[in-house]
């Protein structure tokens, strides 16, 4: 009996080994055929409009945000501000600086090169397949509007920083005999840009404007801006009026499309986009963040525990007129103006009110800082004890013992300031200070650093306020001061800042329109290139020495308990810590190298850039 | 003795096509020491063995061969996020395996009884159809994402060494046993960029070599400014580059290419033990040479910014002029790697160690105790030698230029063991 069970089971078991056998071999083939189970096939994506668009969507992505490369941009490389070593690409800015950029040492900057090639290659491929698209014509020709909106964003945004590059709108192939390529000239991928436009124009006309959207306005805007670099000096050398008459009518178009400027200048840059002055914008989300930690932890000051990517230098400070309409100094930033009534002990009283919204000065605020247990509302306390004791150790005279919010203690020197550092109380501070912060970004009903809070902030590309300041300088440029100081004006009289208007001429026009422009579009990825357009950068991208408040120090003398302030003591001039900026090398310098390799890659077929 | 083995591997990695590698292999070995003209009081053994096979690699991402889209980066419209759709790598159908040859061959031998014992290794190896991206030559303008390609071929060759004895003197037995191994490895081609000059090929080099310039000095005084060629705002304080093309000016074509690897060329060991009655001890020495370190000289504020004393105390500034190392900070092609900071790792270490004692039985068998041990041990206890010592940036077998990484650690142990 149990030798039969036993049998069995043998067989049993000889046979299951046998089956599995045969069904391991015949399907063998099968096995190995596997589908990707996370993917989209390309039939697919390229005739389903929904799909399209997404693709679409993700091509949007190839437009340089203002705060690229690293986080905080090119404003670094001007005399409105200065990077800190904490800027991702500061290796790179040092560089620049210093004067010796080369084409083996772009890759921060050049960061730029490959990823807007790459997106250019998915446009193309783009182009490519939808030529015999079944899609129908009212879905497929908005998105290729938008699809050459991009492809002209990226090449503007190529020449404007190398020069000409070369127009490509076929896509490579892996099997491809040979990637060498020439450059086109700059007039020819601005010639590129421009048509580009006007067929996105063509495309977009008579679809309605959705936030965050390529319409037909943006790309009317863009061609307007693409015809003002191609005017400018540093691409107009023979100053061809006919340049600028092309700039005025696109311009002027771009006036009369139905925007107007937003009444509010401190909530433009908050949520949702304001649409009746962002021509172009977006807004963020749980799937679209703010990379990182969020613009708080970037360019919030290092006392508030961030890491202050940039300090704009008194330069910047300087530009920001009194609210009778004069500069607090004189040209050389050092002489008070005496016709402005400025103070430089008081120096935070009647300024043009973006002051307030744009500039965390010492004493500025009070800001409140979400920061789990520090949470805090007070004041920027960039101050040291202006009657310290021995190793500023108490007493102290500070009538304020305890921030009431977060139970931290309080002494007479600030919490912003380098001895709170010193005595281990914060871990940052950094070399480079100049006493203030930008605060146009900022976002004080978020918390100081997040991966995962949906902060308020939105990135503009283009708004109205831009384009009537290009209107003005292009009306500078025919002779017609009039319109310049017109349209100058517009910006000045928004209700939220209604500056008196400018009536200067000449010159001291031209430097009020300058420091205009700079106030209202810095941090909007302007500043860096119009000096590079204007040629104008002797004395700002070298600038030398950069000045900011060398001290500043707090008496609390007399003050009373609940007094925010005692007397602060100001003392302006040259701050150490940055790195000597160069002399500017020269004109060659106005556009960026192409890097080495992407020369050797081409078998020398692209050309460098002269001086280089 | 003969063996023969072969494998036929398909991989849904790759394409129906390419799909199938044929994976042979050979071995042979001879006893010598079995042969009647082998004296047998000498050798008591003595053997040789070859082998020859060829192995196949998949390690890369599947589907490579196919064109597919994937939901990736979208963008917001209206307030809302939309999602976006994007290609991943560009397909490649010719895609298969990669192919490792090696080749082996072995003599072992023992003596007296095997007392004395011996053996040694000889290996070359060749990979071929190397699994990689051709990012070294295609234009980054293409904005081809690449998908991976057999685009290399790698020789390698090496040897490995061992020998050991062995030999009792009554109650007190003695062992010792050494080992040290060598290898190099060349690149017969690879995709690569293509280079100005001669000196700068990949082809050649060990694999991991990379472009760096000469380092002939440091610009200590003007005249050393006056009496050289510079490169474009080369200051004082910063290293002088070697003109290597002789074109008068110091640019990335006077890199050359230069053998970084952080991975060692030899490594060795000594082991050795004894057991006299109810002590015992082994003790086991490591080390290795032929690994490049590269001393970091940089200085950041923030977290993670600190740097080496020794660089501190030894870089060039204008009161220590005849200082070891350059400044710090320098920009532009003064700042560009170069062969002054590569610094060859040699090290030996007591890697192990440890000495016991067992209770003799007829103590403890009173006690009920079956076994007791009393041992100490130690791990890491000492460097016997570090040439890089002098720049205190830690642990030799951890390669960080600043000296900030884990250590191996330094364990001491004291241990009793009973069973009951």
């Not at chain 1, 914008?281 to 290092?302: C, E, M, V």
């Not at chain 2, 003109?243 to 008068?248: H, I, P």
Request: glycine share 8%.
């Amino acid at each position: 009996m149990k030798n039969s069970i036993y049998k069995n089971r043998m067989v049993l078991k000889t046979l299951l080994i046998f089956f599995t056998g045969i069904v391991l071999v015949s399907c063998s083939d099968d096995i190995l055929d596997k589908q990707p189970l996370d993917a989209i096939s390309e039939s697919a994506v390229f005739n389903d409009p929904t799909f399209l668009q997404n693709y679409v969507y993700n091509s949007y992505n190839g437009i340089r945000p203002p705060w690229k490369p690293g986080t905080g941009g090119y404003i670094g490389l001007t005399d409105i501000a200065v990077a800190e070593e904490t800027h991702n690409s500061a290796s790179g800015i040092r560089e620049y600086l210093a004067g010796n950029l080369t084409p083996d040492n772009v890759t921060d900057f050049t960061n730029m090169w490959n990823e807007e090639f790459d997106y250019l290659r998915r446009i193309n491929v783009f182009f490519e397949q939808t030529e015999d698209s079944d899609i129908d014509k009212g879905q497929l020709d908005p998105m290729t509007g938008e699809m050459h909106f991009i492809r002209a964003w990226i090449y503007f945004d190529l020449s404007r920083i190398y020069g000409g590059v070369p127009i490509i709108t076929k896509s490579f192939k892996l099997d491809d005999e040979s990637f060498d390529i020439a450059r086109n000239t700059y007039d020819e991928v601005a010639q590129f840009v421009v048509d580009e436009c006007n067929l996105s124009i063509e495309l977009l006309d008579g679809i309605d404007a959705v936030p965050g959207k390529v319409s037909k306005g943006a790309a009317m805007a863009l061609k307007a801006r693409m015809l003002l670099y191609m005017a400018s000096p540093l691409n107009n050398p023979t100053n061809d009026q006919a340049k600028w008459q092309a700039a005025a009518v696109a311009t002027k178009a771009v006036i009369d499309a139905g925007y107007s400027l937003h009444p509010t200048h401190e909530d433009l840059f908050l949520q949702p986009l304001k649409s009746d002055e962002i021509i172009f914008g977006k807004s963020f989300t749980t799937g679209n963040r703010i990379p990182d930690w969020g613009y708080n932890y970037d360019f919030w000051p290092a006392g508030f525990d961030a890491r202050q990517r940039l300090c704009p230098t008194q330069t910047f400070v300087n530009m920001f007129q009194m609210d009778n309409g004069e500069y607090p100094y004189l040209e050389d930033g050092i002489t008070v103006n005496p016709a402005s009534g400025y103070d430089p002990q008081d120096p935070n009283v009647n300024r043009d009110p973006r002051y307030y919204s744009y500039i965390i000065y010492p004493g500025a605020g009070p800001m409140s800082i979400i920061d789990g247990a520090k949470s805090t509302t007070r004041l920027y306390e960039f101050w040291e004890d202006a009657n310290p004791n021995p190793d500023n150790n108490p007493p102290y005279q500070n009538p304020n013992k305890v921030d009431k919010f977060n139970g931290q203690e309080l002494f007479d020197f600030g919490r912003d300031s380098q001895t709170y550092w010193i005595k281990g109380l914060t871990p940052f501070f950094y070399r480079i200070n100049t006493g203030y912060t930008f605060k146009k970004l900022l976002d004080f009903s978020g918390p100081r650093a997040s991966f995962d809070f949906d902060y308020n902030q939105v990135v503009i590309y283009m708004r109205l306020a831009e384009f009537y300041l290009n209107y003005a300088e292009i009306q500078m440029a025919l002779g017609n001061e009039d319109v310049a100081r017109e349209y100058i004006n517009k910006v000045r009289k928004r209700p939220s800042v209604n500056m008196p208007d400018i009536t200067s001429s000449g010159t001291e026009l031209e430097r009020e329109y300058k420091s205009e422009r700079a106030v209202e579009l810095h941090l909007e990825d302007s500043r860096f290139f119009d000096l590079m357009r204007w040629k104008d950068a002797p004395g700002k991208v070298d600038l030398g020495p950069i000045r900011g408040l060398t001290s500043v120090t707090m008496d609390w003398t007399g003050a009373k308990e609940g007094d925010p302030l005692g007397t602060l003591h100001y003392t302006y001039g040259e701050i150490s810590g940055p790195d000597p900026r160069a002399p500017w090398p020269g004109d060659f310098y106005y556009l960026f190298p192409i890097p080495k390799e992407e020369i050797q890659r081409s078998n020398n077929t692209l050309e460098q850039n002269p001086g280089y | 003795m003969l063996g023969f083995n072969f494998r036929y591997d398909g991989s849904p990695i790759f394409p129906e096509d390419t799909r199938w590698g044929f994976f042979p292999g050979v071995s042979a070995g001879w006893v010598i020491s079995n042969e009647s003209f082998i004296p047998d009081n000498v050798f008591s053994n003595l053997k040789l063995r070859a082998s020859w096979g060829q192995l196949g690699n998949d390690r890369v991402d599947p589907f490579q061969y196919i064109g597919k889209f994937a939901y990736g980066t979208g963008w917001v419209v209206n307030g809302s996020e939309i999602r976006g759709i994007e290609a991943s790598t560009i397909p490649n159908p010719n895609i298969t395996w990669e192919v490792t040859e090696t080749t082996d061959l072995g003599l072992e031998a023992g003596f007296l009884d095997n007392k004395f014992t011996f053996e040694l290794d000889v290996y070359k190896s060749s990979t071929s159809n190397i699994l990689g991206q051709r990012q070294a030559s295609i234009p980054g303008y293409t904005g081809l994402s690449l998908p991976d390609e057999n685009i290399g071929k790698m020789d390698s060759k090496g040897i490995e060494f061992q020998a050991g004895y062995r030999q009792n003197f009554g109650d007190f037995v003695f062992n010792v046993q050494g080992n040290i191994s060598y290898n190099e490895n060349k690149i017969i081609y690879f995709d690569e960029v293509p280079q100005s000059e001669p000196y700068q090929k990949l082809e050649g080099m060990p694999f991991g070599s990379i472009l760096v310039y000469k380092a002939i000095g440091i610009y200590r005084t003007q005249s050393d400014l006056d009496n050289n060629v510079n490169y474009a705002n080369a200051s004082l304080g910063e290293l002088i580059f070697e003109d290597l093309n002789n074109d008068g000016v110091i640019d990335s074509n006077d890199q050359y290419r230069y053998d970084a690897n952080a991975f060692p060329k030899s490594q060795f060991g000594l082991n050795f033990g004894f057991i006299y009655r109810d002590f015992d001890l082994s003790v086991l020495f490591q080390g290795q040479s032929g690994a490049k370190w590269r001393l970091d000289n940089g200085f950041n504020s923030g977290a993670g910014g600190n740097g080496l004393a020794y660089v501190a105390n030894n870089s060039y500034t204008v009161d220590n002029t005849n200082a070891e190392l350059p400044r710090v900070r320098p920009t532009g092609i003064g700042a560009s790697d170069s062969d002054f900071w590569y610094h060859d790792v040699f090290f030996a270490r007591l890697k192990s160690f440890e000495l016991g004692y067992n209770l003799p039985n007829n103590v403890m068998s009173k006690a009920g105790i079956t076994n007791l041990r009393l041992y100490i041990t130690g791990q890491n206890l000492f460097m016997v030698y570090n040439n890089l010592d002098k720049y205190g940036a830690g642990d030799p077998e951890f390669l960080y230029g600043k000296g900030a990484g884990y250590p191996n650690m330094r364990t001491m142990g004291l241990g009793l063991n009973i069973s009951f």
